[in-house]
């Protein structure tokens, strides 16, 4: 369980790889046209998503494998970069955090 400067670094990255991904299949805005399930994959790639990002994801599921998070979380929890607990901890200025 992540906490403190690891629990933030990690959020960083999560929604950091949200920005990229949803900028790059969406570059003018969501469109329901391109995403009729409305779980922010466009419906045109999810065939192509395989179990190496988070996949399988089905094109009128939302939730494809009911795990209750929708297929774009899972597919950012799959492929944003890592993050090791105590990578921070010298860095860490927050108290309570990890720093001794």
Same mark, same amino acid.
Request: hydrophobic share 25%; no cysteine; aromatic share 20%.
């Given at each position: 369980m992540l906490d403190g400067i690891d629990l933030f670094a990690y959020t960083c990255r999560h929604e950091a790889r949200h920005v990229e991904k949803n900028s790059d299949w969406?570059?003018?805005?969501? %469109?329901?046209s391109? %995403?009729? #399930?409305?779980?922010?994959?466009?419906?045109?790639?999810?065939?192509?998503?395989?179990?190496?990002?988070?996949?399988?994801?089905?094109?009128d599921d939302q939730d494809s %494998?009911? #795990?209750g998070y929708p297929d774009n979380e899972d597919y950012t929890m799959f492929t944003q970069t890592g993050w090791t607990k105590g990578n921070a901890d010298t860095s860490?200025?927050?108290?309570?955090?990890?720093?001794s």
């Open positions: 969406f570059p003018n805005g969501w %469109d329901y391109s %995403d009729g #399930d409305i779980d922010y994959i466009p419906n045109v790639l999810e065939p192509y998503f395989g179990s190496n990002v988070g996949g399988p994801f089905y094109t %494998d009911n #795990d860490d200025w927050a108290n309570p955090g990890h720093q």
